[in-house]
C-alpha cells in the first residue's frame, strides 16, 4: 500500500484517480495499480484468491484502515459494489468504483532496457535531485537528465544556480538521453532498497518504466531539449583548494546561522595561503570561521549563497575534496579528491567592492 499510494492523485477532477485499482487473478495474485497520468506504480502480492474480480476504492481510507488493523490475516470480499475487508473481529466497508473507468497504464515493451543496481540508482539520485529547479518557468530544469553515452552513465540536474553531475561506467551499446521528472525520481528512491538487485529500465519516446520485479513504476518523460551542460562546466581553473568536507561543512552550517537571518544567506570566502576564512553578518551579529586548506594559486574573495554550498557538503562521499575558482564571478566547481564520478558546480554571489 505505501508504495502504491506514492502516485495517487490528491488534487483532482477526477475522483477515480484518487483510488487504488484493486484485480485478484486466478494465478493467486492481487495487483495493486495507482496513477496521477503522468506517474503510474503497479505492484502484486501473492495470495490466496478464491474468485477473479477487480474494484477501485478510495486510496486515502483503505490505505489508512490496512494500516490499523492487526498483524493477522485480511480477507477482502467485493459484493453488490461495495468492498468488505475484514480481519479478527473488524469490518470495513468501502463503496468501490467501476474498475472499467480506471485508466490503464501505458503497455510498453521491455525488449530492449537497462540493468542498473537498485543501490547505484538510489544513490545518483540523492547525488542531483536537490539540484532541480523548484519553479516551473523552465519545465525541463525540474527533471533529471538520464543520459548513457561513450560507455558511461550520466545524471545531471540544474537550476540556474548550480549543476550536478553523477557519473558512472556502464557497459552497454544504447545511448539514450531522456529527461526524468523530480517527483517520480523522488518517489523511486523512496521504493528502491539499499541492495545489489538490478532494476530494470526501459525506455520509449514519452515514458520511462522501472522494473524491480513485483513493482512496476512507469513515468512520463519531460519534453524539450536539456542544456549542453559540457558547455557549463570549466575545464581551467586558476586556483585549486584541497579541504577537509567535514570542517567545511561545520564551518559553512555556523556561518549560515546568521546568514538565513539576513535573508541572503550570504556567506564570504576569503581564501589566502593555507587557510579559508569563513565570514557572515546581519543585524543580529557576525561569524568568523578559519578552515586550513591547501592552495595551488592565487588568493581569492568569494561569496556563495550558503544554501547551495551545504546542499553538495551534506551528499558528497569523500572526506576531502578540491573547489576550483577561476575569478570571484565565476563559478566554483567542487569535486573528489579520490574520484572524477562527481562534479558540482554552483555561481557565487557578485559583492559592492569595498
Known amino acids: 500500500m505505501n508504495t502504491v499510494q506514492k502516485a495517487t492523485s490528491t488534487k483532482t477532477t477526477y475522483p477515480i484517480l484518487e483510488g487504488i485499482h484493486i484485480k485478484a487473478t486466478k494465478d493467486n495474485k ?43 490475516k485480511i480477507i477482502i470480499k467485493m459484493e453488490n459494489n461495495n468492498v468488505y475487508i475484514t480481519c479478527q473481529k473488524s469490518e470495513f466497508v468501502l463503496l468501490g468504483n467501476n474498475p472499467d473507468e480506471f485508466p490503464k497504464l501505458p503497455t ?27 519553479e516551473e518557468t523552465r519545465p525541463i530544469l525540474t527533471g533529471v537528465l538520464f543520459e548513457v553515452k561513450d560507455g558511461k552513465l550520466s545524471f545531471v540536474a540544474l537550476d540556474g544556480y548550480r549543476l550536478a553531475l553523477k557519473r558512472y561506467d556502464i557497459h552497454s551499446d544504447n545511448e539514450i538521453s531522456a529527461v526524468i521528472p523530480g517527483k517520480t ?69 555556523r556561518a549560515s546561522l546568521l546568514a538565513r537571518e539576513g535573508k541572503t544567506n550570504l556567506i564570504k570566502f576569503d581564501i589566502k595561503d593555507s587557510s579559508m576564512i569563513i565570514t557572515s553578518n546581519s543585524q543580529l551579529g557576525k561569524v568568523y570561521e578559519e578552515v586550513n586548506i591547501e592552495l595551488e594559486g592565487e588568493n581569492l574573495k568569494i561569496a556563495f549563497n ?42 557565487p554571489v557578485r559583492l559592492v567592492e569595498e
Open 306 to 347: 550558503s544554501k547551495y554550498f551545504l546542499d553538495v557538503l551534506r551528499i558528497i562521499d569523500s572526506e576531502e575534496i578540491y573547489l576550483e575558482f577561476t575569478t570571484n564571478v565565476s563559478p566554483c566547481v567542487v569535486k573528489k579528491c579520490n574520484s572524477d564520478d562527481y562534479v558540482y558546480l554552483v555561481l
Open 30 to 72: 492481487v495487483t495493486f495499480t495507482a496513477t496521477d497520468l503522468d506517474l503510474g506504480i503497479e505492484t502484486f502480492i501473492e495470495t490466496e484468491v478464491y474468485q477473479e474480480g477487480a474494484t477501485v476504492v478510495n486510496s486515502k481510507l483503505f490505505g489508512e484502515f490496512i494500516r490499523k488493523l492487526p498483524n493477522d
Open 185 to 253: 525520481l523522488n518517489e523511486i528512491s523512496k521504493i528502491l532498497e539499499t541492495t545489489d538487485e538490478k532494476a530494470k529500465i526501459t525506455f520509449t519516446p514519452n515514458h520511462i518504466l522501472f522494473n524491480l520485479g513485483n513493482t512496476k513504476v512507469i513515468s512520463r518523460l519531460l519534453d524539450g531539449e536539456f542544456i549542453n551542460y559540457r558547455q557549463i562546466i570549466p575545464e581551467e581553473y586558476k586556483l585549486k583548494v584541497k579541504v577537509n568536507r567535514n570542517e567545511l561543512l561545520d564551518s559553512i552550517e
Open 108 to 134: 510498453i515493451n521491455e525488449n530492449s532496457m537497462y540493468e542498473i543496481s537498485q543501490d547505484l540508482i538510489k544513490s545518483m539520485i540523492r547525488s542531483t535531485i536537490f539540484a532541480i529547479a523548484q
